[in-house]
């Protein structure tokens, strides 16, 4: 008689919770296709790069496109997709690259089974910010990737920062992992990730001379091209919250950092780098809620920490149906007090909590970061996997 080990069984389950979600993904996707508006802005901006250097410049589908020259380069390969099968490959590729970017935050704390990749990608494409970046065609996912991958590799890999500074590259934001690495002491991966960032720029002089120039020389650094509606509360920005960017910002970005590395010190490289991406999303002046993927990888501190504040902040990004006048985001409760005219939601106190729902969590758990490891104090439900996830990401 053939006996299942218990393990078996488990990679069974976590299995098929992954061939569910994806499989009910892909029939709504064929059902009701959504929209990918970021997708139609990239491929229109970058077909135009063959007639015209105004990439900064013009609007593409009513949006304005707003990545770095390099970022442009690499997505003049959608130009080789027809149009018709650029949304499931964008699909298809968005959602290997979560895998991977969970694969490589499982390699942080050495629990790399296929399986446990696998059901960890379901359960995140039922978190609201990784199935709005699916839905509207974006980078963010492919942008985690390559930091978690940079980080997964061994101190003494010599490309360590490259995948880092390729990341900055297609999207600046991933730029204060730098400054993360420069406080946890880790100068020549800072190093190589500014260096791979000062190739990229001289790349595309080369390239797009004309829209480099435009972008470094202030295109690139001017919020009001993101549009009129950064007030809007899907950007789930601190900056939103108290009406722009201020003193109040510069401190809880030094907070936020100061406990990245705290984190980083007792509990190992993924707390850190989940701690520093919080901080980047806290902090910028525009953070969409699909910016707030990294979500996705913290569902990997749930296999190695008993913290009920880290259950309880992943479960507010979960996918909910929601009484929204805007059908593709009818998804969680971020958006369950749209104001629309089915809206059965009072305005005042509640509209308040769900319309900042992200931001507000982000600094609750922050400030409970900072008050739980002030003083040598351990994090109560500590991290099984802190020590050996710290050894092997930084000593080795």
């Given at each position: 008689m053939r006996f299942i080990s218990a393990e078996h069984i488990r990679a069974r389950?976590?299995?098929?919770?992954?061939?569910?979600?994806?499989?009910?993904?892909?029939?709504?996707?064929?059902?009701?296709?959504?929209?990918?508006?970021?997708?139609?802005?990239?491929?229109?901006?970058?077909?135009?790069?063959?007639?015209?250097?105004?990439?900064?410049?013009?609007?593409?589908?009513?949006?304005?496109?707003?990545?770095?020259?390099?970022?442009?380069?690499?997505?003049?390969?959608?130009?080789?997709?027809?149009?018709?099968?650029?949304?499931?490959?964008?699909?298809?590729?968005?959602?290997?690259?979560?895998?991977?970017?969970?694969?490589?935050?499982?390699?942080?704390?050495?629990?790399?089974?296929?399986?446990?990749?696998?059901?960890?990608?379901?359960?995140?494409?039922?978190?609201?910010?990784?199935r709005t970046n699916l839905d509207f065609g974006q980078v963010n996912i492919f942008v985690m990737f390559l930091v978690l991958l940079d980080f997964s590799l061994r101190a003494d890999n010599r490309l360590k920062g490259v995948a880092l500074g390729l990341a900055v590259a297609v999207k600046l934001t991933p730029a204060i992992f730098v400054v993360y690495l420069l406080l946890t002491k880790r100068y020549r991966v800072a190093a190589v990730a500014g260096l791979t960032v000062l190739g990229t720029i001289s790349l595309s002089f080369l390239v797009l001379p004309v829209q480099s120039a435009r972008f470094w020389g202030g295109a690139g650094f001017d919020a009001s091209r993101m549009g009129g509606y950064l007030d809007f509360y899907g950007n789930q920005s601190l900056g939103q919250l108290i009406g722009g960017t201020s003193l109040v910002t510069a401190v809880v970005g030094v907070a936020g950092l100061l406990a990245a590395r705290r984190v980083w010190q007792r509990f190992g490289e993924l707390p850190g780098v989940l701690m520093c991406a919080l901080t980047g999303l806290l902090v910028s002046p525009v953070s969409w809620h699909h910016h707030w993927v990294w979500v996705a990888p913290a569902l990997v501190l749930l296999l190695d920490a008993s913290v009920p504040l880290v259950a309880a902040f992943v479960a507010l990004f979960a996918c909910l149906p929601g009484p929204s006048d805007l059908p593709h985001l009818r998804l969680g409760l971020l958006h369950w007090s749209y104001a629309g005219a089915d809206s059965p939601w009072p305005l005042g106190a509640l509209q308040f909590l769900t319309h900042n729902l992200y931001v507000l969590a982000g600094l609750a758990v922050l400030v409970w970061t900072l008050i739980h490891t002030r003083g040598g104090t351990n994090i109560p439900g500590t991290f099984v996997a802190a020590e050996r996830s710290s050894i092997h990401s930084v000593r080795s």
């Open positions: 389950w976590l299995t098929l919770v992954f061939l569910i979600t994806v499989g009910g993904y892909a029939v709504s996707f064929w059902w009701s296709p959504p929209i990918m508006l970021d997708l139609h802005v990239y491929a229109e901006a970058v077909r135009a790069l063959a007639t015209s250097d105004r990439l900064y410049l013009d609007s593409y589908a009513g949006m304005r496109f707003v990545y770095p020259p390099f970022a442009a380069i690499l997505m003049t390969t959608m130009t080789a997709v027809p149009p018709a099968a650029l949304p499931a490959l964008m699909t298809a590729l968005s959602v290997a690259a979560l895998g991977a970017a969970l694969w490589c935050a499982l390699r942080l704390v050495r629990r790399t089974r296929p399986a446990l990749v696998l059901g960890l990608c379901g359960l995140a494409l039922w978190l609201e910010p990784v």
